[in-house]
């Protein structure tokens, strides 16, 4: 109700005498007993603030009479400006009204407060985050196994960039055409070009992906090769005793088995797994 006009304004009225007599509102507080939250709303004419009733009357009271006006001359103003909220039932109760400055001051306490955990909340995550960062382990790669087929031995971790296992002796990109666009995913996989006959006991497999496929080969017990293939992009491994592979997508993989040409891992967007040596490679090749 702050703001309400009427015949007169009994707030301004109270200030004015106040400011005449060179007081400030704690002293009008002290000498009335009355909070200041509750003068401050007199003079504001927010009368929301006050108890009500005769109440609101008394208080009218002493606050004119300490800045020396007529108290009854100014309560018969402040009826006048508020012929039924002075008098209306509901309002708060005085305790309430003189308790509202501590409330207040507790509010403000708490925010302070807020404010300074929601400071100190980041900066603990960071001296965490950096505490922690050097004792992190590497994650591992959770893809599921292939459904409906072997589930390959784990085998030792793969070597650190630059440390890779000797098994995989040769990993190229995409082809790219002379515009540097990549080449088509139906490039066909290029024989490893040799001199010598590849020893019995010695199997080399070239895988290509046509499509892009998530590929897992383990050789001879280690991890050799588990990653995503893009479209073209080759990998050879040197098998001495066996060779674990796995395709996301068997019909998208093309395989050589000492440079001859292996039959379809699978069906298209199937997970296939093969295990593979240099006895048995000869019944996955494409016969004649």
Same mark, same amino acid.
């Given at each position: 109700m702050a =703001?309400?006009?009427?015949?007169?304004?009994?707030?301004? &009225?109270?200030?004015?005498?106040?400011?005449?007599?060179g007081?400030?509102?704690r002293?009008?507080?002290?000498?009335?007993?009355?909070?200041? &939250?509750?003068? @401050?709303?007199?003079?504001?004419?927010?009368?929301?603030?006050?108890?009500?009733g005769?109440?609101?009357?008394?208080?009218?009271?002493?606050?004119?009479?300490? /800045?020396?006006?007529?108290?009854?001359i100014?309560i018969?103003?402040? &009826?006048?400006?508020?012929?039924?909220?002075?008098?209306?039932a509901?309002?708060?109760?005085?305790?309430? !009204?003189e308790?509202?400055?501590?409330?207040?001051s507790?509010?403000?306490v708490?925010s302070?407060?807020?404010?300074?955990?929601a400071?100190?909340?980041?900066? +603990?995550?960071? $001296?965490?985050?950096?505490t922690?960062?050097g004792?992190?382990? #590497?994650? /591992?790669?959770?893809?599921p196994p292939?459904?409906?087929?072997?589930?390959?031995d784990?085998g030792?971790?793969?070597?650190?960039?630059?440390?890779?296992?000797?098994? @995989?002796?040769?990993?190229?990109?995409?082809a790219?055409?002379?515009? =540097?666009?990549? +080449?088509?995913?139906? !490039?066909?996989?290029?024989?490893i070009a040799s001199s010598?006959?590849?020893?019995?006991?010695?199997l080399?497999?070239?895988?290509s992906?046509i499509?892009?496929?998530?590929i897992?080969?383990?050789?001879?017990?280690?991890? $050799?090769?588990?990653?995503?293939?893009? #479209?073209g @992009?080759?990998?050879t491994?040197?098998?001495?005793? @066996?060779?674990?592979?796995?395709?996301?997508?068997?019909g998208?993989?093309a !395989?050589?088995?000492?440079? &001859?040409? +292996?039959?379809?891992?699978?069906a298209?967007?199937?997970?296939?797994t093969?295990r !593979?040596?240099?006895?048995?490679?000869?019944?996955?090749?494409?016969? #004649?």
């Amino acid at each position: 109700m702050a =703001g309400q006009q009427g015949t007169s304004n009994v707030g301004g &009225m109270l200030r004015a005498a106040r400011e005449r007599r060179g007081l400030s509102l704690r002293q009008v507080s002290n000498a009335t007993k009355i909070a200041m &939250m509750t003068l @401050e709303a007199l003079e504001r004419n927010d009368i929301a603030r006050l108890p009500g009733g005769i109440f609101s009357r008394g208080f009218v009271r002493s606050y004119a009479l300490e /800045v020396g006006l007529d108290p009854e001359i100014v309560i018969q103003a402040f &009826m006048g400006q508020f012929p039924q909220d002075s008098v209306t039932a509901g309002h708060p109760t005085n305790s309430q !009204v003189e308790d509202h400055e501590a409330v207040e001051s507790d509010r403000r306490v708490a925010s302070t407060l807020l404010r300074l955990l929601a400071i100190s909340i980041p900066v +603990a995550a960071v $001296a965490v985050y950096f505490t922690t960062a050097g004792r992190r382990v #590497p994650a /591992v790669d959770a893809r599921p196994p292939a459904v409906g087929s072997q589930s390959p031995d784990a085998g030792p971790r793969p070597a650190v960039d630059g440390q890779q296992s000797g098994t @995989e002796s040769a990993v190229r990109g995409p082809a790219a055409g002379a515009d =540097g666009a990549s +080449a088509p995913a139906d !490039v066909a996989l290029t024989p490893i070009a040799s001199s010598a006959p590849v020893p019995s006991d010695r199997l080399v497999v070239q895988v290509s992906a046509i499509r892009q496929s998530w590929i897992s080969a383990i050789v001879d017990g280690s991890r $050799a090769a588990q990653r995503e293939f893009k #479209p073209g @992009e080759e990998a050879t491994f040197e098998v001495r005793k @066996e060779i674990i592979l796995t395709a996301g997508d068997a019909g998208g993989v093309a !395989v050589l088995f000492n440079g &001859m040409p +292996a039959r379809a891992l699978g069906a298209d967007g199937r997970v296939a797994t093969l295990r !593979v040596s240099p006895v048995n490679f000869k019944s996955y090749l494409v016969t #004649p």
